[in-house]
């Protein structure tokens, strides 16, 4: 089972990361799984060099900004496509990492529309339970309307979330 570390938290084999923990991860994995990985960063940024990239099967680099608003540089539905590709084209894995500058709000929308296309809502709310997660609204809810996911269920989810900090 892979270490749990401030950065790193491992949901059924799915790992959020922030950009710097995602670049020596593959230390984690064993050459014979079956491991994938998307890597966000924004749309003016560069990926960091990944180590060990023989140990991903395949790897999706994606760039779009961390804003709840659509506007240049936001999330749109290209991206939601190419990341639900991804998800249907990898669906049998032993690790998907995903990763974003911060490990906070993309990464964690993402793997909670990877639970959304599977329909596990105790992993999302798992996520949305986590204090260092803070999912991006613009995704998660493009994500609800791709997938016809609960979406009072969602903003439930975020308005427990949204008290924690009051």
């Known amino acids: 089972?892979?270490?749990k570390t401030k950065n790193d938290y491992n949901i059924n084999m799915v790992h959020i990361l922030n950009r710097y923990n995602s670049i020596?991860?593959?230390?984690k994995l064993k050459q014979n799984?079956?491991?994938y990985m998307?890597?966000?960063t924004s749309s003016y940024s560069f990926f960091?060099?990944?180590q060990g990239a023989e140990f991903y099967d395949q790897i999706l680099e994606i760039k779009?900004?961390?804003v709840n608003i659509e506007r240049d540089g936001s999330f749109h539905f290209r991206h939601?496509?190419?990341i639900d590709d991804f998800f249907s084209n990898h669906i049998n894995f032993d690790h998907l990492i995903i990763h974003c500058d911060a490990g906070i709000s993309r990464s964690s929308a993402v793997a909670v529309a990877y639970f959304m296309k599977i329909k596990n809502k105790k992993e999302i709310k798992k996520i949305f339970s986590h204090p260092q997660y803070f999912p991006n609204q613009l995704i998660v809810f493009q994500f609800a309307d791709l997938y016809q996911f609960d979406q009072k269920y969602l903003k439930n989810l975020?308005?427990?979330?949204?008290h924690r900090f009051y």
Not at 24 to 27: A, E, S, V
Not at 158 to 162: F, G, V
Request: charged fraction near 40%; avoid cysteine.
């Open 24 to 27: 020596d991860f593959y230390q």
């Open 80 to 82: 939601r496509e190419q």
């Open 33 to 35: 799984e079956k491991n």
């Open 48 to 50: 960091e060099k990944l």
């Open 158 to 162: 975020y308005n427990k979330m949204i």
């Open 1 to 3: 089972m892979p270490v």
């Open 38 to 40: 998307i890597r966000i």
């Open 64 to 66: 779009f900004d961390d």
